[in-house]
């Protein structure tokens, strides 16, 4: 997928000025984090808190011994009966998937929700090479139906009504009108049994590998996952290089986390541990199970100063959390991942000046790091990003917004980081006409207690910065 | 160089992130159980299995776990079912007959319900563990829109932490002999049509859950 990162103000823009959009993302997020917090603390916060601290460790001492244990994976994998396959960037996992459709007379294909799909635009490559390719999550059907990219990585719809859902199944698929949500789910489970059962080949993501076993994890709520595994003949995962993860023990803490931080629930419905391709004497599963590994950018960042975010699991709390994702929705982000996670992410993954919007689109309330079930610390890199910018010799939007004050500190890191964050909370505070105290930590532990601030933050950004450009408009 | 060579390459001549983080200690369960006594733990399996949407029947005989069966099939004349050798219920094949319902091969999609043993339950989540082999087809659990399971109580264990330790004990070369082993809490859902609970997305609508107690002794 080309990233449309570099229009993200013009794109936040057009949301800002689109309250039903920010109703029904504000409604659906609030829930999510809601239920998401139930979950985490069901034993209370402080078990909460140490499950955190012991999955960020499971994950951190995955990534430092990362190849290590994808060579172990590697081995494991094939003796299992999996082929593994290594892809340094889009085009080579297309041309690895598009190989094995030609191998084994592919003509349809049924996908699961697969994020490193989406990075490497692969149903485009498909389609190209003439091959029919559905994708069957219920949100990821219905915004492939539309001709639309994912704007949530758990929830992809998560900007449409239910009316817009139901009259796109009307228009697009002769659906009876109703507005009933369980009705329009059962027509597309219709649809879509149809296609799993003809289809030649199942497209899945991967939410781990177990180094020690050679085991493929999935986690899905609806089923679709487990149908793409099981009824095709070929299945095909997309894995990142950084899902690897060492032990069974580490990846059952893992897969329980992820669950109650994306959804609230204590396990998704399957989780799913797959170890090869069927057995003889097995009665249904594939008869080829292909792992691609995918690097697309991840080596680039392991022995960076980011390396950190390679830890994440895509749970999505960070995105529920985000009072900015809250107000210009997950499209504007313009890349596969929205939210503080894809600020971080898509100038990493993609290029750094292109998305120098990204890392601006915070108000660093640190809600995101507070949530997050490995403990990412995403305010850290998003003012790390700044400073990379303006090394670069990118102008910190933080000027554009009125706060030149600031400017002669940016050329020290140090300074810039606190100029960054005084500056940020100046920025949510003065329009109110609070006074915090404005030493650089202090003013930073005292906007966390108050994460109302942050969407203020950003909306008195945002108008100063429109104030500017409406003036160099007219100039 | 190929890409695995150079990824590899790559990843090797980099920093080592995180290299100064401890071994693992002893696990914090995730979902911890007060109390682990036989009977506590059918009691937890079955709250938080219903809280998940499932109907569980706690049966002290076969009988009545053979007459709940036969209730969840009313008048479908077809199910679809895994091998009755790995269904903890002996006279399961002859009630069948019995009744005039005959198991269809696992793949046809027009059967309404489908009838698993488990290899194992979880309490703390009301989950069922199941891994696919021989005679144990995982369409049974997947295509029907109902699927019933029938799971000993002596199966139910604390949680995944506890199932992992009866995994380990038994040795890895048993667990990488399935190809699946899915672990399923509650019929299949999705909640992407504006955050509405729908149940029934792909896999089953409904899940009934037959518990045997005691039935050995
Ligand atoms: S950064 Fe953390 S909270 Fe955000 S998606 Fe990744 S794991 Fe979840």
């Known amino acids: 997928m080309r990233s449309q990162a570099a229009k993200f103000v013009a794109a936040a823009r057009r949301a800002l000025a689109d309250p039903p959009l920010q109703d029904a993302v504000k409604r659906a997020t609030d829930t999510a984090a809601r239920k998401r917090d139930l979950a985490m603390f069901a034993h209370g916060r402080d078990h909460g808190e140490a499950l955190r601290q012991q999955a960020a460790a499971a994950r951190r001492r995955a990534l430092s011994r990362l190849p ?20 340094a960037d889009a085009a080579e996992v297309c041309a690895h998937v598009l190989d094995i459709a030609a191998r084994h007379h592919v003509r349809r294909v ?40 994912p704007s949530h990585i758990v929830t992809p719809v998560i900007h449409k009504s239910k009316e817009a859902i139901r009259d796109l199944f009307v228009q697009r698929l002769g659906m009876p009108p109703t507005d009933d949500a369980p009705t329009m789910a059962r027509f597309a489970r219709g649809h879509l049994r149809a296609a799993f059962l003809s289809s030649d080949m199942g497209i899945s993501g991967g939410n781990f590998i177990i180094a020690e076993t050679g085991t493929l994890c999935l986690v899905t709520n609806e089923g679709n996952g487990r149908m793409v595994t099981a009824l095709p003949r070929v299945h095909v995962a997309l894995v990142g290089i950084e899902k690897v993860v060492a032990t069974l023990e580490e990846y059952v803490l893992l897969t329980q986390v992820l669950p109650r931080s994306a959804t609230g629930q204590a396990m998704a419905v399957y989780t799913h541990m797959i170890n090869g ?96 079930p490995v403990d990412i610390d995403l305010p850290r890199m998003l003012l790390d990003l700044r ?78 910065r429109n104030q500017e450009e409406d003036r160099h408009d007219q100039s | 160089m190929t890409s695995r060579e150079t990824i590899l390459a790559r990843l090797r001549a980099a920093r080592r992130p995180f290299a100064d983080t401890p071994p693992p200690g002893d696990y914090l369960p995730v979902a911890p159980v007060d109390d682990e006594r036989p009977a506590a733990l059918v009691e937890h399996f079955a709250a938080r299995a219903e809280a998940l949407n499932c109907t569980v029947y706690r049966c002290t005989d076969e009988r009545a776990a053979l007459a709940a069966i036969l209730d969840v099939i009313g008048a479908d004349r077809q199910v679809l079912c895994w091998d009755f050798a790995h269904i903890p219920l002996p006279g399961l094949g002859a009630a069948l ?121």
């Open chain 2, 97 to 217: 007959a019995r009744a005039g319902v005959a198991v269809a091969p696992p793949s046809d999609p027009s059967v309404r319900v489908g009838i698993t043993g488990a290899d194992a339950a979880l309490a703390a989540t009301g989950s069922l563990v199941i891994a696919s082999g021989p005679g144990k087809p995982r369409q049974v659990s997947l295509l029907p829109l109902v699927h019933v399971a029938v799971v000993r109580a002596d199966q139910i264990v604390p949680h995944l932490e506890a199932w992992l330790a009866t995994v380990r004990a038994r040795g890895l070369d048993a667990f990488q002999a399935a190809s699946s082993t899915v672990i399923i809490s509650g019929p299949s859902r999705t909640a992407d049509i504006a955050m509405e609970l729908i149940l029934g997305m792909h896999g089953p609508g409904e899940l009934h859950i037959v518990v045997l107690e005691d039935t050995s002794a």
């Open chain 1, 110 to 149: 049924t996908k699961s929700k697969s994020m490193v799909s989406e990075e490497v635009g692969l149903n485009d490559a498909l389609a190209e090479a003439g091959i029919e390719v559905l994708e069957t999550d219920l949100g990821e059907y219905i915004i492939q139906l539309a001709g639309e990219p």
């Open chain 1, 277 to 372: 391709p069927r057995r003889a004497g097995e009665p249904d599963g594939p008869e080829a199970l292909y792992v691609v590994l995918v690097d697309n950018g991840r080596s680039a960042i392991y022995g960076t100063s980011y390396a950190e975010v390679l830890g994440c699991i895509r749970c999505g709390a960070c995105i529920n959390a985000c009072p900015i994702y809250e107000a210009t929705g997950g499209h504007a982000y313009g890349w596969v991942y929205p939210g503080p996670i894809g600020a971080v992410l898509t100038p990493l993954l993609t290029d750094l000046k292109d998305a120098s919007a990204l890392p601006h689109a915070s108000s660093l309330c640190g809600k995101c790091k507070e949530v997050c």
């Open chain 1, 387 to 464: 400073y990379d910018l303006v090394e670069a010799g990118h102008m910190p939007w933080l000027w554009d917004a009125g706060m030149r004050a600031w400017s002669t500190a940016t050329r020290s890191p140090r300074l810039f980081h606190s100029a960054a964050r005084a500056a940020q909370i100046g920025q949510g505070l003065l329009p109110q006409g609070r006074k915090v105290p404005l030493g650089p930590l202090g003013g930073w532990s005292a906007s966390r207690e108050l994460p109302r601030f942050a969407r203020q933050s950003f909306r008195a950004w945002w108008a100063a």
């Open chain 1, 68 to 87: 290590e244990l994808l060579e172990q994976a590697e081995a494991h994998l094939t003796a299992n009966g999996a082929t593994v396959l290594w892809a």
